[in-house]
Antibody
Framework: QVHLQESGPGLVKPSETLSLTCTVS??????????WGWIRQPPGRRLEWIGN????????YYNPSLKGRVTMSADTSKNQFSLKLTSVTAADTAVYYC???????????WGQGALVTVSS | DIQMTQSPSSLSASVGDRVTITCRAS??????LGWYQQKPGKAPKRLIY???SLQSGVPSRFSGSGSGTEFTLTINSLQPEDFADYYC?????????FGQGTKVET
């Protein structure tokens, strides 16, 4: 059974960088059958797809709406992948989920979510 | 971006009712659509993948249909544990996009 767990600071100051890590157990992130990604949900709003990473970090795709502020990376030795979002504002306050999806499918496994609040 | 228009945004139903939720895509997404259920404070749970395939472990009262631009999630004989938010997600084209959600309430 695959398990994903987000970790990182729950409070980030405006203009700083949000950093989250997803630790995966029960599967390997360098498996080329799966994409590993991030999805967020601002309070009271719809889910927003942030991006995904593939095959241990060899390929990434980010949502253009985030205007180049996103970087995803992978550490295959720790079986973790990470999200960095720079120059955050209050609009980036959200619950951030890490997910797994099979090639050509939608996300099937999700982490429990990590609330990140942007505030001074 | 592909826009996913989900309706209704909320609906009132009773136990035993049949509930239908619709998602319309702004362009053809074949059957690259999933349906999710989300309860307060929890991560979304996939119910349906590939528009009409039932996720393992999900009760058979849930069903999905459609292809191209029109998709439907149906809940037959609504149960107390089904009161939740529901979302569609297209994964045909980057960036993947969600519908705005439907709240099923009593």
């Amino acid at each position: 059974q695959v398990h994903l767990q987000e970790s990182g600071p729950g409070l980030v100051k405006p203009s700083e960088t949000l950093s989250l890590t997803c630790t995966v157990s029960g599967g390997f992130i360098n498996n080329n059958d799966y994409y590993w990604g991030w999805i967020r949900q601002p309070p009271g709003r719809r889910l927003e797809w942030i991006g995904n990473i593939f095959y241990g970090g060899t390929s990434t795709y980010y949502n253009p709406s985030l205007k180049g502020r996103v970087t995803m990376s992978a550490d295959t030795s720790k079986n973790q992948f990470s999200l960095k979002l720079t120059s955050v504002t209050a609009a980036d306050t959200a619950v951030y989920y890490c997910t797994r999806r099979s090639t050509g499918s939608s996300s099937d496994y999700w982490g429990q979510g990590a609330l990140v609040t942007v505030s001074s | 971006d592909i826009q996913m228009t989900q309706s209704p945004s909320s609906l009132s139903a009773s136990v035993g009712d049949r509930v239908t939720i619709t998602c319309r895509a702004s362009q053809d997404i074949r059957n690259d659509l999933g349906w999710y259920q989300q309860k307060p404070g929890k991560a979304p749970k996939r119910l349906i993948y590939a528009a009409s395939s039932l996720q393992s472990g999900v009760p058979s009262r849930f069903s999905g249909s459609g292809s191209g631009t029109e998709f439907t999630l149906t809940i037959n004989s609504l149960q107390p544990e089904d009161f939740a938010d529901y979302y569609c997600l297209q994964h045909n084209t980057y960036p993947h996009t969600f519908g705005q959600g439907t709240k099923v309430e009593t």
